[in-house]
């Protein structure tokens, strides 16, 4: 099965966390930089790791092998930030590696296996298979943000304050 994507190419960033790779639609890659430790956020989601300054401005940061479950990022000399944004809402995510720019054709782009969506994995978009390579996990933003945001730190106690 094939996702609609216009009948257009489709140019992916591709970053490497462990031995997965992953794209996301350079349309919503702002740019990558050298990672840095984030300065902690008290009181934040669980996967947010904290705020870099970037920008001019602060933007929060989330492992992206946290948030997919396969580890935080470990090796500090490859790291990098993609400062991403999806929906007017920017974010860096810490990735093992940069890897490169890979353009595709829609025909490419094959729709996530049924059991994934079937049990509410949505934050895989598509799967871009590569003859003698690893294939692609493209990403959805959307979905990965709704998987950041929810926090499971106890509420605060007003009366406490």
């Known amino acids: 099965m094939r996702t609609e994507h216009g009948g257009k190419s489709l140019q992916l960033a591709c970053f490497g966390v462990g031995r997965q790779h992953f794209g996301i639609d ?50 500090p000399d490859t790291a990098r930030i993609a400062v991403v944004e999806t929906d007017g809402l920017a974010f860096g995510l810490r990735v093992e590696r940069a890897e490169d720019v890979l353009t595709v054709g829609a025909s490419a782009l094959e729709a996530p296996p049924a059991l994934a969506a079937r049990v509410g994995y949505d934050v ?25 945001g929810p926090s499971d730190a106890e509420p605060l106690d007003e009366a406490a304050s």
């Open 124 to 148: 895989l978009h598509a799967v871009v298979q590569r003859p003698g390579a690893e294939p692609v996990l493209v990403i959805a933003l959307d979905a990965l943000v709704r998987r950041i």
């Open 26 to 75: 350079v349309r919503n890659v702002r740019h990558i930089v050298r990672a840095s430790a984030p300065t902690p956020l008290p009181a934040a989601p669980a996967l947010i790791e904290g705020i870099l300054e970037l920008e001019g401005g602060v933007l929060p940061v989330a492992d992206l092998g946290r948030v997919l479950g396969l580890g935080p990022v470990s090796d």
